[in-house]
């Protein structure tokens, strides 16, 4: 490895680091303003992990901290990801979690506004803000992505309908317990914050490849692209140039 590439890593890493506390910061400061000031449940098990301690303080009297319970349920998940996505992209997010929960339970409760629609929708707006952050320098923010990721990646399933239903029925158990006031904003907050989380994802957009070949290297091509559990289609054509046969193979990844 050159001299050149040494620093590139290390100015890679550096930075990486450098967003990851960042955005766990951000998340820890979102959690104990606006978040415990709507006495709302985020999606995920972040949301989990708030309906535990909530019911933990409603019906036994004792405050739970955030972190052991957030470590605790992604402990699993990690353990999935780590062998079917990769290591360094597994504990780059693991940093993530143990850093947010860490900073959560440090710092202390600061409600910035007590109206719940503002604290919906900025709650939101910052909370994926912070979780695009990580997908800038490719980490997520753990929990759900730790399934997401192999499902849709191995199994081609749309892994978030799974976890579309997931949120729904935690947030019926959050709207049964605590009032379905706090689950209707709770699922504007979750709204507001995959909104920005698509604004900002890099990799999370769609592209159409138009790819011109000839017939006896098409089938080469599309091998490969159906090994991304993508597929095509295939468009006979005529080249105009010399008047030979050829394939448009036409895909959206």
């Given at each position: 490895?050159?001299?050149?590439?040494?620093?590139?890593?290390?100015?890679?890493?550096?930075?990486?680091?450098?967003?990851?506390?960042?955005?766990?910061?951000?998340?820890?400061?979102?959690?104990?303003?606006?978040?415990?000031?709507?006495?709302?449940?985020?999606?995920?098990?972040?949301?989990?992990?708030?309906?535990?301690?909530?019911?933990?303080?409603?019906?036994?009297?004792?405050?739970?901290?955030?972190?052991?319970?957030?470590?605790?349920?992604?402990?699993?998940?990690?353990?999935?990801?780590?062998?079917?996505?990769?290591?360094?992209?597994?504990?780059?997010?693991?940093?993530?979690?143990?850093?947010?929960?860490?900073?959560?339970?440090?710092?202390?409760?600061?409600?910035?506004?007590?109206?719940?629609?503002?604290?919906?929708?900025?709650?939101?707006?910052?909370?994926?803000?912070?979780?695009?952050?990580?997908?800038?320098?490719?980490?997520?923010?753990?929990?759900?992505?730790?399934?997401?990721?192999?499902?849709?990646?191995?199994?081609?399933?749309?892994?978030?309908?799974?976890?579309?239903?997931?949120?729904?029925?935690?947030?019926?158990?959050?709207?049964?317990?605590?009032?379905?006031?706090?689950?209707?904003?709770?699922?504007?907050?979750?709204?507001?914050?995959?909104?920005?989380?698509?604004?900002?994802?890099?990799?999370?957009?769609?592209?159409?490849?138009?790819?011109?070949?000839?017939?006896?290297?098409?089938?080469?091509?599309?091998?490969?692209?159906?090994?991304?559990?993508?597929?095509?289609?295939?468009?006979?054509?005529?080249?105009?140039?010399?008047?030979d046969p050829c394939v448009m193979i036409y895909s959206v990844v």
């Open positions: 490895m050159t001299k050149t590439n040494r620093q590139d890593r290390l100015r890679e890493f550096v930075i990486r680091v450098l967003t990851i506390c960042l955005s766990s910061l951000i998340v820890a400061v979102n959690l104990k303003s606006f978040v415990a000031a709507g006495d709302l449940f985020p999606g995920g098990f972040t949301g989990i992990a708030r309906l535990i301690q909530r019911c933990a303080l409603e019906f036994g009297g004792v405050e739970l901290p955030f972190g052991p319970i957030n470590l605790a349920l992604n402990a699993v998940p990690a353990f999935i990801s780590f062998k079917l996505v990769g290591k360094r992209f597994t504990l780059y997010s693991c940093l993530v979690i143990f850093l947010s929960s860490v900073f959560t339970d440090l710092m202390p409760s600061m409600p910035i506004t007590e109206d719940v629609l503002l604290v919906c929708v900025f709650g939101g707006i910052i909370n994926g803000f912070a979780c695009g952050l990580c997908l800038r320098v490719r980490v997520s923010s753990g929990g759900t992505d730790f399934i997401a990721i192999p499902l849709s990646e191995r199994k081609n399933i749309n892994a978030w309908n799974i976890i579309l239903c997931a949120n729904a029925c935690m947030l019926v158990v959050a709207g049964l317990q605590f009032g379905w006031d706090r689950a209707l904003y709770s699922m504007l907050y979750q709204y507001a914050c995959t909104q920005v989380i698509k604004m900002l994802d890099p990799d999370g957009r769609r592209a159409t490849l138009l790819i011109v070949t000839g017939r006896e290297s098409a089938g080469g091509v599309c091998a490969q692209i159906q090994d991304t559990n993508h597929t095509a289609t295939l468009v006979e054509g005529v080249g105009l140039y010399n008047g």
